[in-house]
């Protein structure tokens, strides 16, 4: 019988029960590909990170990333997370004040930085893929459908519904209101037609009417084709979608956008997500997504 280490975390959020779950294991030396997807199918949380010695000499660590159907390349809340415990525990070496490292994953070998604050890891910033911005999707019935509302409840202000990347591709779909984002029924047939005419595994819906006055965005984000229903805090997501705010020029970039997205209230899991994005004459070229953690558990897993 084996046995792995692994801590747990609510990461985007200082509170323990808010924010986005995420299940660490941080010596995952020995499990193969297959052993990754089983124990993240057994977590059965949004994302499981297992920790591995890096193949680039840059890095410190090497992460793979697995929802409980699949890995992903990159996603934000499992690097801000896995980092966070990791420099908490003194796995990751850190100082008192910033600290820049380099993680490696499918995505490349990308920046992450550490704030330490009288010697507690305070907030952990990951630097995503350059934003890429690709097709508008035009069909307003089926995003209607998808989200059980009226076509007039989308895309207001002639603001497109449209795919954007920094490392994984998700559609960014403007809604009107607060309101209407707590009334979303999911319809999950007309929600996969979307996700496969647009060749994503991400929808995410906001509006700029938020309840906290320090917010930009408030978010829901849905993900059923890699096993997450609804998601209570997405980095990857809220990345893609601070390009999406700079480049339709809902938020002024000189040169850099402050952007705070919060995430998960209709969840009962509130999350406080931090994107800073860089821009210049040819628009968004970088950016960082940000947070806190708090660690909530620990563990053996057998097997």
């Known amino acids: ?40 199918k057994e977590m059965n949380l949004s994302e499981t990170t297992f920790v591995l010695p890096p193949t680039d000499l840059k890095a410190q660590l090497r992460l793979r990333i697995f929802t409980p159907t699949s ?3 990159l996603a934000g809340h ?41 010697g507690q890891v305070d907030r952990v910033t990951m630097t995503q893929s350059p934003p890429r911005f690709f097709d508008e999707f ?3 019935k089926l995003l209607a459908k998808a989200v059980g509302l009226s076509e007039d409840q989308l895309l207001p202000d002639g603001l497109p519904a449209q795919v954007v990347s920094t490392a994984v591709p998700q559609l960014m779909v403007p809604a009107r209101s607060l309101r209407h984002l707590d009334k979303i029924e999911l319809d999950l047939v007309a929600m996969m037609k979307v996700l496969t005419e647009t060749q994503t ?5 906001f509006t700029r009417e938020c309840i906290h006055p320090e917010s930009t965005v408030h978010a829901r984000m849905f993900a059923p084709t890699v096993g997450i229903v609804e998601d209570p805090a997405t980095g990857s997501a ?3 979608l601070g390009a999406y705010l700079v480049h339709r020029g809902l938020v002024k970039a000189e040169p850099t956008a402050h952007i705070i997205v919060e995430q998960g209230y209709e969840m009962g899991r509130p999350s406080a ?16 997504v940000g947070g806190k953690a708090v660690e909530i558990a620990e563990g ?3 097997f």
Do not use: W
């Not at 595994?201 to 819906?205: G, K, L, P, R, V």
């Open 138 to 140: 035009t069909d307003r």
């Open 201 to 205: 595994d991400s929808f995410m819906i």
């Open 78 to 118: 499992p690097v801000v997370g896995t980092c966070f415990v990791l420099a908490q525990h003194g796995i990751l070496e850190v100082k008192e004040g910033s600290n820049r490292i380099f993680q490696e994953c499918q995505a490349g070998v990308l920046p992450v930085d550490i704030i330490v604050k009288d």
């Open 273 to 288: 997500i931090y994107v800073d994005v860089e821009s210049g004459e040819k628009g968004p070229f970088e950016v960082r």
């Open 300 to 302: 053996k897993l057998s």
């Open 238 to 240: 809220s990345g893609a």
């Open 1 to 40: 019988m084996r046995e792995y280490h692994f801590f747990q975390a609510d990461v985007f959020t200082d509170r323990p029960f808010t924010g986005n779950p995420l299940a660490i294991f941080p010596e995952a030396e020995g499990l193969s590909s297959e052993d990754m997807q089983s124990i993240a």
């Open 71 to 73: 890995e992903l390349p």
